[in-house]
């Protein structure tokens, strides 16, 4: 089983912080959601022309990777292609698989996304992409949690070159959908993995330390497994945006505990 966590999680820590406690607690990857201030990964420094060979010999000399550049770009807006080839490109650099689209700024249910709007830039950044060995991901987030809809618009866009994030918390929390039922309508796609774990108290979710809330996590991993998913359950600690939240070195050690004990 690979783990990683998201750079979401400790947003003060700097490059050499987050490779360092990545080595430390025995991870296999990072996934790249801004590094101090700078949530743009073509920006972020140690990705520069100038220092990217260090970078990738750093990584590789602590049996590092980085298996996804995690953007903000909305598939909805018209205007994402350079922000998302320019994602395309960091990665390729990087030695990224993946990078990580929205279908929806929300994480919960919402409506009025353009399906065409969608395939359109969908088919274009996979085509930029395809020779540059990275494929664009789609999350299970806001409109796409709902992974029925997913599914169809992944079988009318009918290609091999794109695929699927799963965030574990979105299907369940917000549209009560039981792992087996989302890997039944979209597991082929399925190529990494967010995990979190949360509480609802009235309308309001409450993030929690994974296993201490209700989200079946512990079933949507061994039923990964059991399809055959080989890519990396990577937790997306939220602390960059709720500094209310345990510390990032709380976090990610317990995360890597409760990963080693499944």
């Given at each position: 089983?690979?783990?990683?966590?998201?750079?979401?999680?400790?947003?003060?820590?700097?490059?050499?912080?987050?490779?360092?406690?990545?080595?430390?607690?025995?991870?296999?990857?990072?996934?790249?959601?801004?590094?101090?201030?700078?949530?743009?990964?073509?920006?972020?420094?140690?990705?520069?022309?100038?220092?990217?060979?260090?970078?990738?010999?750093?990584?590789?000399?602590?049996?590092?990777?980085?298996?996804?550049?995690?953007?903000?770009?909305?598939?909805?807006?018209?205007?994402?292609?350079?922000?998302?080839?320019?994602?395309?490109?960091?990665?390729?650099?990087?030695?990224?698989?993946?990078?990580?689209?929205?279908?929806?700024?929300?994480?919960?249910?919402?409506?009025?996304?353009?399906?065409?709007?969608?395939?359109?830039?969908?088919?274009?950044?996979?085509?930029?992409?395809?020779?540059?060995?990275?494929?664009?991901?789609?999350?299970?987030?806001?409109?796409?949690?709902?992974?029925?809809?997913?599914?169809?618009?992944?079988?009318?866009?009918?290609?091999?070159?794109?695929?699927?994030?799963?965030?574990?918390?979105?299907?369940?929390?917000?549209?009560?959908?039981?792992?087996?039922?989302?890997?039944?309508?979209?597991?082929?796609?399925?190529?990494?993995?967010?995990?979190?774990?949360?509480?609802?108290?009235?309308?309001?979710?409450?993030?929690?330390?994974?296993?201490?809330?209700?989200?079946?996590?512990?079933?949507?991993?061994?039923?990964?497994?059991?399809?055959?998913?080989?890519?990396?359950?990577s937790l997306e600690?939220?602390?960059?945006?709720?500094?209310?939240?345990?510390?990032?070195?709380?976090?990610?050690?317990?995360?890597?505990?409760?990963m080693d004990a499944?």
């Amino acid at each position: 089983m690979k783990t990683c966590f998201s750079t979401l999680g400790c947003p003060e820590w700097s490059f050499s912080d987050i490779v360092s406690v990545s080595s430390d607690l025995g991870y296999n990857g990072i996934e790249i959601r801004g590094v101090l201030g700078e949530l743009y990964a073509p920006a972020i420094e140690p990705f520069s022309p100038s220092q990217i060979a260090a970078t990738k010999q750093k990584l590789q000399s602590l049996s590092l990777s980085i298996p996804c550049l995690t953007s903000s770009c909305n598939l909805n807006d018209e205007d994402i292609l350079e922000k998302v080839t320019a994602y395309v490109d960091t990665a390729s650099a990087v030695g990224a698989p993946y990078i990580r689209l929205l279908g929806d700024k929300a994480p919960g249910p919402s409506d009025g996304v353009s399906f065409k709007i969608i395939m359109s830039n969908l088919i274009d950044i996979s085509n930029y992409a395809k020779d540059k060995g990275v494929m664009p991901l789609i999350e299970t987030n806001g409109f796409f949690a709902k992974t029925k809809v997913l599914a169809a618009l992944l079988h009318e866009l009918d290609t091999d070159r794109i695929g699927v994030l799963y965030d574990i918390h979105h299907p369940y929390r917000f549209f009560g959908e039981h792992p087996a039922y989302t890997l039944k309508n979209i597991g082929p796609y399925i190529k990494h993995v967010h995990v979190k774990d949360s509480v609802m108290s009235g309308k309001k979710v409450y993030y929690k330390m994974v296993g201490e809330g209700d989200v079946p996590v512990a079933d949507a991993v061994h039923a990964l497994i059991d399809f055959g998913y080989e890519g990396y359950f990577s937790l997306e600690w939220v602390k960059r945006w709720d500094l209310s939240l345990e510390e990032p070195g709380i976090a990610f050690a317990q995360y890597k505990e409760f990963m080693d004990a499944l």
